[in-house]
């Protein structure tokens, strides 16, 4: 079976012999050396002035908000076109969701349509980087700074990915990546939270542990959201060969270009010159295809090819919101119309070109 992604991963003795003196140490967790060394390296990578690591992208998220001690009933204006862990983690921090409507031609937040959606109880706005495909950043910070609105980016899709020379991870009050399994750069699970704030980098590190600030002082009601070192020493082996990651599935995104552009019934998500990509997803939209989607997924299965309705439902149509008087997909007409026709295509950087061209054959046959 060919999945739509797979875990990038060091040789079993590169990551053997970086976790080797953990059995001397006998130091797991709780931010030890192979913790700090990853974070370093990250912070000299994305070119941001503080990482802060967390056990996986959902709590860095979560933490973020929380962070910024926003009221209660406060609303965050979002996108439906994501991950269910997005909207989980405004809600589940004692906010409410406002969504926004997405662009057609790269799927981000609509920044044109954010300002109608602002009142009194609005805190902050939470774009996310579809696909890697980056928000008009300049529009949400001028939207933000009218309002005086905090924005925490979800950058889950988009590590590494420079905007116009700038790392992505500059973005904001906060942007968050994930290190999940399935993403460009893993730790196996595993996420952070990118900021220049150095009073909110302290307050996101108490926060993380228990809110414990020293030996004999608690200040945060905080919970257990600590990168073990473990996870740490698999990021510290993946992050040397991330360059050689990105620049083998750029060549499988080529490919696919090369084989679909122009496909009759086929729309495909090109990335702009001013943008640094990773190549994390290869995402297709139906338009007057001969074929259902679903039947084409079923073609596609047959040939041992698992492709993904990424992202489908939105999340405004999950049926834990269904009380929440945004939650209507008739407000989201255009992230509603491209969920029911996307589907992401196989793509890691182990993906051989041979196999991108039997996927790319039953699509044009």
Not at 1 to 13: A, C, G, Q, R, W
Not at 46 to 72: Q, R, T, W
Not at 141 to 160: P, R, S
Request: glycine content about 4%; overall charge negative; charged content about 25%.
């Amino acid at each position: 079976m060919i999945n739509v992604t797979k875990s990038s991963m060091p040789s079993f003795e590169e990551y053997c012999e970086e976790i080797k003196d953990l059995f001397e140490s006998h130091w797991l967790t709780n931010m030890g050396v192979k913790h700090q060394k990853l974070q370093s390296e990250l912070e000299e990578y994305l070119d941001a002035d503080s990482v802060v690591l967390f056990a996986n992208g959902h709590l860095a998220l979560e933490n973020s908000i929380k962070s910024f001690d926003f009221p209660e009933g406060g609303e965050i204006i979002t996108t439906p076109f994501t991950f269910a862990s997005t909207t989980h983690a405004i809600v589940r921090s004692g906010l409410a969701p406002i969504f926004c409507d997405i662009k057609k031609d790269d799927y981000t937040i609509d920044p044109e349509k954010i300002p109608q959606l602002i009142n009194d109880k609005t805190c902050a706005i939470l774009p996310v980087h579809v696909y890697g495909n980056i928000c008009e950043v300049e529009k949400i910070a001028e939207i933000a700074d009218e309002y005086g609105l905090k924005v925490i980016y979800d950058a889950a899709h988009a590590f590494g990915v420079k905007y116009k020379n700038e790392s992505v991870a500059n973005f904001g009050d906060i942007s968050m990546y994930s290190f999940h399994a399935t993403k460009v750069f893993n730790t196996i699970e595993g996420g952070a939270a990118c900021l220049k704030d150095p009073d909110r980098v302290r307050i996101l590190n108490e926060m993380k542990n228990f809110g414990i600030k020293n030996e004999e002082e608690v200040t945060f009601i905080g919970g257990n959201a600590k990168m073990n070192e473990f996870s740490a020493a698999m990021g510290i082996c993946n992050l040397m060969h991330i360059d050689e990651e990105i620049s083998k599935r750029k060549a499988v995104y080529e490919h696919y270009i090369e084989r679909l552009d122009g496909a009759k019934g086929i729309v495909l998500c090109k990335i702009p010159d001013y943008v640094k990509s990773n190549y994390s997803y290869f995402p297709i939209v139906l338009e007057n295809y001969k074929y259902t989607r679903n039947e084409l997924i079923h073609r596609l299965r047959l040939q041992g090819i698992n492709a993904r309705k990424y992202f489908y439902p939105l999340t405004n149509s999950f049926s834990c919101y269904k009380s929440f008087p945004n939650a209507n997909i008739a407000d989201t007409p255009i992230a509603q119309q491209i969920a029911l026709r996307v589907l992401t295509l196989p793509l890691y950087a182990d993906l051989s070109l041979e196999d991108v061209d039997r996927i790319c054959d039953i699509i044009l046959e």
